[in-house]
DNA sequence: AATAAAAGCAACCGCATGAGG
DNA sequence: CCCTCATGCGGTTGCTTTTAT
């Protein structure tokens, strides 16, 4: 096989990147863009193989990355959103703004598993662990009925758990910072990694690049708001992983002026965009729903009146979107009819859902975020098409979708949308209240 | 304080897919 | 069609840090 012949070749460089070699890529890709990731070490002047390049890049050096802990809402919509898809990360990803495939998937991996497990269910089916356990035979609807259940029942589950962690860290919270809406996180960790790398100058351990990245971003963010070019977005000079990565903010948390060790103070509010860093932006992260797809963990899901073609949610009446299709239902479809099997096909529906609302532009009272809180709509849709057929939809439309999209993002700017400076200076905004206001 | 276990995270590996020759 | 190559994705590994004993 031909494959992956870089990885082959001598004198490449595995594991941890080291802040020089962050340094030489963040310039080349920022200087050039991408283009084909297997002449980017060279060019780069790396000893690397272009796939450790496009991942380093894609996880880690992308400008429009979130960093910081993942907060209830984004836990919340993980599961929701694990529950249709399964283990699809990409695509959970690409509803999560700023996280990566890869950092989902560990959070699951890590937490999130457990975290159902410990609630009694089972992080695969989404159903109650007893019941998994008892190999059921029952109908696909019915199954689908009864997962939109096991879902809502899990989601209160959390969401009673977060109102009361919420409730105490609210009795914590600094009325600053409560009062501009906020999240506040307990982040401990977040605040012990930082000042064990101002303990420790120059330490070049992976931990260390958190800080970096603070700094990296916190500062160009500032040096660059008078200019327009990528490359002024990342002043060079400021690439390093020395301790001066250390936060500090005014006394005052209202004011928007935050400066670091150096002196330097940058403005959370003012604008962060650039048109150059659209053109290097792997699209496959970059949401085509609007950045702010405003996390509603609030399900309930209702388990009867489905009604196949329109039905009723909230007092408005709303129509399947996916009626085009109207091929007859293959039952035994797969004939396993594993859980794998299912979530595949309700997430089929899910996708092909959003990408004609997508593509048809419907109107205004019909967002995907409601489509995918409503699983009536989702399970009306389910019975009127096949897993197969879904499919092929989601196999024409996601490209056209994904290449429109990626497109107009991030210059359309539509309102009420989450712009990267607002995600980074809420995330910093979290870490100040994790530092107690030094 | 020392050690072990657990958690968190970054990166690698192999496979699937699609484009281009 | 077949082959090669580039890319993307998901599973897994292994290292570092944190926590518990």
Known sequence: MGRHSCCYKQ?????????????KLLRHITKYGHGCWSSVPKQAGLQRCGKSCRLRWIN???????????????????????????NRWSQIAAQLPGRT?????????????????????????????????????????????DKMSVLSNELNLL??????????????????????????????????????????????????????????????????STTNDLVGHYPLQQLNYASN?????????????????????????????????????????SSFLPPSIGYKPSLTFPTDNISIGSFNVNGSRYWETTSASTTTNNSNSSSGSSSSAELQHNSSLLETSMFSWGLESQPEDIKWTEYFNNPLLVAAALQNQTPQSIYNEIKS??????????????????PGTLQSSDIYGKDIQRLTAAFGHT
């Open 101 to 145: 495939d890869n950092e989902i998937k560990n959070l699951w991996n890590s937490c999130l598993k457990k975290k159902l497990r410990q609630r009694g269910i089972d992080p695969v089916t989404h159903k109650p662990i007893s019941e998994v356990e008892n190999v059921e035979d029952i109908d696909t609807s019915a199954k689908s009925r």
């Open 11 to 23: 004198k490449l460089r595995k594991g941890l990147w080291s802040p020089e070699e962050d340094e």
């Open 397 to 414: 439309e996601t490209q056209f979708v994904t290449e429109s999209s990626s497109a107009m993002w991030p210059h359309t700017k539509q």
């Open 159 to 224: 969401k009673a758990e977060n109102s009361n962690q919420e409730a105490t860290l609210l009795e914590q919270r600094p009325s600053s910072i409560a009062s501009q809406g906020y999240p506040l996180e307990v982040q401990g960790s977040s605040s012990s990694k930082i000042t064990n790398n101002n303990n420790n100058n120059n330490s070049m351990t992976p931990r260390a690049n958190k800080d970096f990245f603070q700094e990296r971003f916190v500062t160009s963010h500032q040096e660059s």
């Open 245 to 285: 990565a250390r936060l500090q903010t005014n006394s005052n948390s209202n004011s928007n002026q935050w400066f670091t060790q150096t002196g330097k103070t940058f403005d959370i509010n003012s604008e962060y965009t650039s048109n150059a860093i659209s053109t290097i932006l792997p699209p496959s992260t």
């Open 60 to 86: 880690y050096l992308r400008p429009d990355l979130k960093r910081g802990t993942f907060s209830q809402e984004e836990e919340n919509l993980i599961i929701e959103l694990h529950a249709v898809l399964g």
